[in-house]
């Protein structure tokens, strides 16, 4: 990865990460903060559905995403909107497809998550995100949705294949009120205790502290930042 330049920005978004974890858990459990519940549900919801598409292909570099299949967000859940052909599966998940139980945005409605998953991460990801947004949209609150995932989880998702990632490139996004639209970086799936050499000093490699709901097995997500937008452009030229 060239340039050291990039890994300040990639520690402060971990240390952003850690910093909060503390308050989002009390603020999570006690109800409060700025979303402590869904909004109306046509905040939600992208008025354009060719822009849905095309934020979902921003995910990624055009190469992979030009032939993934991509979901877009209505009224019923996700449904396909692309069928590719190359394995990936782009789409913009919303605040409640987060994967730590104490997030204080997990109703933000300004949050859009652009995302690619190749096949592994697809097959072991998508279940969740199709449960927890079946469960948002029935109206079921956090508390709920997050044991409801749990339990679909133990019974429900298969066993994480070796080699599941995302891409998170795209300059479009908006992960959260603290993060804005962060960094683009990609993301491994991994067996917890995985020896990548995480948070070491002078490594790319990052571990937040995710709280991983429900899979069969501990997995731990490894983040490593990327120095440039699916697009080409240096990230470095807007602040990351």
Known sequence: MEGSRFTPSAFLMLAIMCALAGSWQMQAQDGTGPYPSMAPFDQYLMADRSAEIALARSAAPAAISNDATVLVF?????ETAVTGKNGFVCLVERSWTSLTDNDPEFW?????????????????LLPLTVKK?????????????????????KKELPPLEPGAMCYMMSSQGYLSDALGHAAPH?????????????????SPVLQGPQEFPGPPQPVSILVIMA?????????SKDGH
């Open 74 to 78: 209505g009224r019923k859940g996700y």
């Open 108 to 124: 933000n409605p300004k949050e859009r998550f652009p995302i690619c998953y190749n096949a592994p991460a697809a097959r072991f």
């Open 133 to 153: 947004t079946e469960m948002a949209l029935a109206g079921q609150s956090h508390a709920q949705i997050i044991a409801g995932v749990k339990a679909f989880g």
């Open 186 to 202: 990609l993301m491994f799936y991994v067996p917890q205790g995985t020896a990548w050499g995480a948070n070491s000093p002078g």
């Open 227 to 235: 120095p440039k937008w699916s697009d080409g452009t240096d990230a």
